[in-house]
């Protein structure tokens, strides 16, 4: 079965810079995007890009760009986040999951929903 | 962005009882709504896309309904095992947006 195991929880001050693997097993590494949520403690959920592990392209939401780096490693399977400059609300739980395609009858659409998702890392900064 | 607006933000519900949730979104969505649970201390599971699709191997206890601007997700029959908090999200257009979440609890 389809399984993205991350890696454990961390604590960074502020300035810094932290990197979150996500590690894909149960399907071909290649051939999903691997998206990145993020949710601070009793918020929402929020968005913060995807990474084509076939390719290695990726695109941040506006929020994020600048700060965050998402890369992968084929031979491990294996997708990374990296988010820098961290600040105290950059406290949350961040989440890696497989977006699946939106589809109409006239083909598919560049349009994601997440089908699979990882256990979440906490990631805490605070000095 | 596409703002998602989900209510109420807690509900306090009873087994058996049918329940009801809201999203409405700040633009037309089309039907490129999802919906997900998500346990306390879990990750988000996947119910339902395209407004009304079951996923695979969710009960059919769960429906979704709605286009455009508003969609509702009900449950049929709330079971304690329902316990959770349950979010939509858009995927019109970037970013991709989801509601604030929708607590659901056990009277």
């Known amino acids: 079965q389809v399984q993205l195991v991350q890696s454990g929880a961390e604590v960074k001050k502020p300035g810094a810079s932290v990197k979150v693997s996500c590690k894909a097993s149960?399907?071909?590494?290649?051939?999903?995007?691997i998206n990145w949520m993020r949710q601070a403690t009793g918020q929402g959920l929020e968005w913060m890009g995807w990474?084509?592990?076939?390719?290695?392209?990726?695109y941040s939401a506006q929020s994020f760009q600048g700060r965050v780096t998402m890369t992968r490693t084929t031979a491990t399977n294996t997708a990374y986040l990296e988010l820098s400059s961290l600040r105290s609300d950059d406290t949350a739980v961040y989440y890696c999951?497989?977006?699946?395609?939106?589809?109409?009858?006239?083909?598919?659409?560049?349009?994601?929903?997440?089908?699979?998702w990882g256990q979440g890392t906490l990631i805490t900064v605070s000095s | 962005d596409i703002l998602m607006t989900q209510s109420p933000s807690t509900l306090s519900a009873s087994v058996g009882d049918r329940v009801t949730i809201t999203c409405r979104a700040s633009?037309?969505?089309?039907?490129?709504l999802a919906w997900y649970q998500q346990k306390p201390g879990k990750a988000p599971r996947l119910l339902i896309y395209?407004?009304?699709h079951l996923e695979s191997g969710v009960t059919s206890r769960f429906s979704g309904s709605g286009s455009g601007t508003e969609f509702t997700l009900t449950i049929s029959s709330l079971r304690p095992d329902d316990l959770a908090t349950y979010h939509c999200?858009?995927?019109?257009?970037?970013?991709?947006?989801f509601g604030q979440g929708t607590k659901v609890e056990i009277k």
């Open positions: 395209e407004a009304s």
């Open positions: 999951a497989t977006g699946r395609r939106a589809t109409t009858m006239y083909g598919p659409l560049n349009q994601y929903y997440f089908d699979q």
């Open positions: 999200q858009q995927y019109k257009s970037y970013p991709w947006t």
């Open positions: 149960g399907y071909t590494f290649t051939s999903d995007d």
């Open positions: 633009q037309n969505i089309d039907s490129w």
């Open positions: 990474m084509n592990p076939n390719s290695g392209n990726s």
